[in-house]
Antibody
Framework: QVQLVESGGGLVKSGESLSLSCTTSGFSFSDYYMIWIRQVPGKGLEFVSSISSRGTTKYYAESVEGRFTTSRDNARKSLFLQMNSLRAEDTAIYYC??????????????WGQGTLVTVSS | DIQMTQSPSSLSASVGDRVTITCRASQGISNSLAWYQQEPGRAPKVLLYSTSILESGVPSRFSGSGSGTDYALTISSLQPEDFATYYCQQYYTITPTFGQGTKLEIK
């Protein structure tokens, strides 16, 4: 079955960097665009970034543009999120997600379990 | 970005009740609307997409309706496992946006 497993979360200080990974299995990873969604504990869901199936096109939320970089390795069936210049407001659970279809305009069908990033000021 | 406004933000109901949660988009989204359920400490789970298509395995007591800018999720007869937080999401645009959530609590 489809599995998405995030890793790399932790406690860092404001201004530092952190790299998240999402390892996947159970589907043809290279056929799907992938998404990062975050959630401040106890709060709502926020789109962070998405990346096309080949990794050539990427989108970012305004709040992370220029600081976060999404990438993927289709051979390793893995998704990555490099987070630089972290701020206290980046503290959240970060979810890796996959849509229903291979095109951009699709709802999310599968979610990872999430990894918590805490940025102390 | 398209803003999604959900109401109510919280709702208290009893087992067996019929409840409706609404979601309004700041512009038309052509039925590109999904609903998710999130239990505490868990990742969200999709319930419906394309406004009214039920995800496989989701009980038929969940239904969706709407068009244009206004959408709704209805649970016909609440079960104990339905007490959770619900989110709507538009995927009409490249950068999807979510409603702020509706927490459904036991009365």
């Amino acid at each position: 079955q489809v599995q998405l497993v995030e890793s790399g979360g932790g406690l860092v200080k404001s201004g530092e960097s952190l790299s998240l990974s999402c390892t996947t299995s159970g589907f043809s990873f290279s056929d799907y665009y992938m998404i990062w969604i975050r959630q401040v504990p106890g709060k709502g869901l926020e789109f962070v970034s998405s990346i096309s199936s080949r990794g050539t096109t990427k989108y970012y939320a305004e709040s992370v543009e220029g600081r976060f970089t999404t990438s993927r390795d289709n051979a390793r069936k893995s998704l990555f999120l490099q987070m630089n210049s972290l701020r206290a407001e980046d503290t959240a659970i970060y979810y890796c997600a996959r849509s229903y279809g291979s095109s951009w305009y699709n709802p999310i069908r599968y979610w990872g379990q999430g990894t918590l990033v805490t940025v102390s000021s | 970005d398209i803003q999604m406004t959900q109401s109510p933000s919280s709702l208290s109901a009893s087992v067996g009740d019929r409840v409706t949660i609404t979601c309004r988009a700041s512009q038309g989204i052509s039925n590109s609307l999904a609903w998710y359920q999130q239990e505490p400490g868990r990742a969200p789970k999709v319930l419906l997409y394309s406004t009214s298509i039920l995800e496989s395995g989701v009980p038929s007591r969940f239904s969706g309706s709407g068009s244009g800018t206004d959408y709704a999720l209805t649970i016909s007869s609440l079960q104990p496992e339905d007490f959770a937080t619900y989110y709507c999401q538009q995927y009409y645009t490249i950068t999807p946006t979510f409603g702020q959530g509706t927490k459904l609590e036991i009365k």
